[in-house]
């Protein structure tokens, strides 16, 4: 038997929080997901499970999975060179995350800054123990797979940190082959896409005003939130993060769209206004919108075809987690179902 070159494992998944995903999630993510998707033994999820951590309507929640799924498809991520499916359908993530939140430390979550800016959101008093112990379930994703890579945002950094320490911490423990321990993959040029409105501050899936663009806006809406994109002082259209926040942050989007560098904008828009930019860039975005929800609407016509492609993926991402829940039960002690008294 000729044996294949194992190509290295990655993962990734989002949120089904909105009817949409962000352009930010599109830019910062997907596009990640689908380059590695040719190299990698890629796994890419909808984390329902983490969704339910801000308590969601459960109709919402279904309809939003859906679309999220489909949302990926139409981003371009593909079902015959990756495995697609719902965290909820491996019943393994949930378990592994019991394991690995008795070895977090009630401190180190507490230190997580995402769970202190969605807490503050909503007063202490209020978030759920999940929105707490969110990163854990994270953990238990990745680690659950032996993820050597984990395609993510810049927001993301420390969720990973936290993994790579779990993993390590549990690798000594435990044993050097316990878990693999996870690199993040965060592309420098796109892991932070800005708010149009505030271009200092993140692109938010839970801004509900101009200055997020949503990949399932209508075209004219989104381009018009480009064109009324806050810019900076000054005329020159140039990439500058400290003096030109919101310029520098049209030109990132464009290069992902069109594929030009940076310096072949600049130098395409000497001597032109930032009008000039916007207008160029909002048709731009407007027509890959139009494709994209064609995309997403063929794929939420064919019910058949999603709980297809779920279906598949789940029974391989089973399989895969079964396996390495077995040996971490194993590890820390609890005994396999009728070999206790072997
Ligand atoms: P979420 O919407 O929080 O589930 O995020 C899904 C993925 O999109 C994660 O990998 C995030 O890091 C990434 N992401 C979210 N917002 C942005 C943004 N504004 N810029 C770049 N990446 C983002
Ligand atoms: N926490 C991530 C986010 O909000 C989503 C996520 C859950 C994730 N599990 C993951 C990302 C595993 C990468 C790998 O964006």
């Not at 911490?169 to 420098?188: A, L």
């Not at 590890?331 to 396999?336: D, F, N, P, S």
């Amino acid at each position: 038997m000729t044996s294949q070159p194992t190509r290295q494992r990655i993962l990734s998944g989002m949120q089904p929080t909105n009817d949409s995903l962000s352009i930010g999630n599109y830019i910062g993510a997907m596009t990640q997901w689908v380059a590695l998707q040719e190299n990698y033994d890629a796994f890419y999820m909808v984390v329902d499970l983490h969704a339910l951590t801000v308590n969601p309507d459960p109709e919402k929640l279904k309809t939003r999975t859906r679309s999220t799924l489909a949302q990926y498809l139409a981003g371009g991520v593909d079902p015959s060179r990756s495995t697609l499916f719902l965290q909820s359908h491996v019943p393994a993530h949930a378990e592994l995350a019991w394991i690995l939140s008795c070895n977090t430390g009630f401190g180190e979550l507490g230190r997580m800054t995402q769970f202190k800016d969605k807490s503050a959101k909503q007063g202490i008093e209020g978030a759920s123990a999940g929105l707490f112990t969110y990163p854990v379930l994270m953990a238990a994703d990745i680690l659950l797979y032996d993820s050597a890579l984990v395609p993510v945002g810049e927001d993301q950094r420390q969720h990973l940190e936290l993994t790579r320490n779990l993993a390590e911490r549990m690798n000594s423990r435990f044993g050097e082959d316990t878990f693999v321990v996870p690199e993040p993959h965060i592309v420098k040029a796109v892991a932070k896409v800005y708010d149009l409105q505030q271009p200092t501050a993140k692109m938010s899936k839970s801004e509900v005003g101009k200055g997020t663009i949503w990949l399932m806006d209508p075209p004219k809406v989104a381009a018009k939130k480009i064109k009324s994109a806050v810019t900076d002082a000054g005329t020159e259209i140039r990439f500058d993060r400290e003096e030109k926040p919101g310029v520098s942050n049209l030109l990132t989007m464009y290069s992902v769209f069109t594929g030009q560098t940076i310096e072949q904008l600049e130098q395409e828009y000497a001597g032109k206004q930032y009008g000039h930019l916007k207008v160029d860039l909002a048709e731009i975005v407007a027509d890959f919108l139009t494709q994209f929800q064609g995309e997403v609407h063929r794929y939420l016509d064919d019910p058949a075809e999603l709980d297809r492609i779920l279906a598949t993926g789940a029974a391989k991402a089973q399989a895969v987690a079964q396996e390495t829940l077995a040996r971490v039960y194993d590890r820390v002690g609890l005994l396999a179902p009728g070999h206790g008294v072997a």
